[in-house]
């Protein structure tokens, strides 16, 4: 079918999670359908990163969003009683554009990625799904708990917004997809029966195990500006490790991932080694010996643990993290029981020493992601929910 796409963000190059699971659905969406992909963005998209699309798609379409329109934007929503988020990302002009090309298109199904496009779709009476990703309003409360005085405020302020506006305008759409059943489950219930899970997957001829030096006895990879990610970087390197280097002094930490906040850079130490940006992010994988990912707040499946995982890398992770997951704590994953500095430095400890656990949770990991997340698979539940829907 002729297929309309509206991302938030251009899905290349691949350095955040939603740009991930929108290039890899593209890719697989491409085989059986025509697609139109349309993307916001606040960042410069180069000639390369349009090519990479052009591959897959029948016509790729840009619409920068400038500085002034943000803030119009976001000062728009603040006095319509809409989320910040909205009126970031939602901007008349472009909504007229977007029209204008849908009339020509006259595609048969519009699928939105995120709920920050869903302004732009919402209103037409095309069949029209969204793919949630997540369930946004409790990842804003569980992050306004952990900030204080203004930015807890904030937070709060934002996540009563989304909450009412998932509850509402989110009804307009014919399907609403979502990364886990978990996260489905935090959801208002009045839209609750139109979401499908669609998991992400793992592109298993892109990350497989390949025998390289041993440099680094821990790896933590992710967008390194993200909240969640910078917060457990920094739990990692200034709450677990030194009780690690207690029992093993020479332990060596790689903290991979784009655009590091200041707070991640100032982390680097001769053990500890901030990265940033990799070209290729399979050595973070290959040259560690265990992966970490000791997530305190976010919701949705952490991307990096299913590359890990495919790499045969023994992960350790949080509860929170593995309710995404769904692995099996002492087979699959390492799960720290109480979240706590001491549980992720016996956790680690133990993988180190043990050579045969570590092996034994590593390729039980490779299986479980290997059954349980790829592309493929995920896409045609994709198609199915649209199938129905039509």
Known sequence: MKLMILSSRFPWPL???????????????????????????????????????????????????????????????????????????YNPSIAKEIESHILKIKPDHIYGQL??????IASFSIDKSLDLQDAL?????????????????LFNFEARRMLDYEATALSEFDGLSIITEADKNLL??????????????????????????????LAFTGN????????????????????????????????????????????????????????????????????????????????????????????????LANKALMALDGKEIVIAPKDSAPDYANAIIKLLQQEDYAEQIADNGYNFVKRNYDWESAVNLLEQMWQKTE
């Not at 410069?44 to 943000?70: A, G, N």
């Not at 070209?279 to 305190?296: L, N, T, V, W």
């Open 137 to 153: 309003s409790t990842g804003l409360l569980r992050r306004a708990d952990k900030e204080r005085f203004f930015k807890k405020w």
């Open 15 to 89: 350095d955040k999670g939603d740009k991930l699971r929108m290039y890899h659905q593209i890719r697989y969406l491409s085989k059986t359908n025509k697609i139109y992909l349309f993307s916001l963005t606040d960042c410069k998209v180069d000639q390369s990163s349009r090519r990479e699309l052009l591959k897959y798609c029948e016509e790729v379409y840009v619409f920068p969003l400038t500085k002034p329109m943000i803030a119009v934007g976001l000062f728009r929503a603040l006095f319509r009683n809409k989320p910040l988020q909205i009126g970031y990302f």
């Open 224 to 319: 390194m500006s993200y909240a969640p990610n910078v917060m457990a970087a920094n739990f990692l390197a200034n709450d677990i490790m030194p009780m690690v280097w207690k029992t093993i002094p020479n332990a060596r930490l790689l903290i991979a991932g784009a655009s590091p906040h200041a707070s991640v850079k100032a982390l680097q130490t001769p053990r500890v080694i901030v990265s940033g940006w990799l070209d290729d992010i399979r050595e973070a994988y290959s040259s560690s010996r265990i992966f970490i990912a000791p997530m305190q707040i976010g919701t949705g499946l952490q991307n990096k643990l299913l590359e890990a995982m495919a790499m045969r890398l023994p992960c350790v992770s949080s509860d």
């Open 115 to 120: 709920v920050r496009v869903a302004d732009y």
């Open 188 to 217: 208002p219930l009045s839209i609750r029966s139109k979401v499908k899970v669609v998991p992400n997957g793992v592109d298993f001829n892109f990350f497989n195990a390949k025998v390289q030096e041993k440099k680094y006895e």
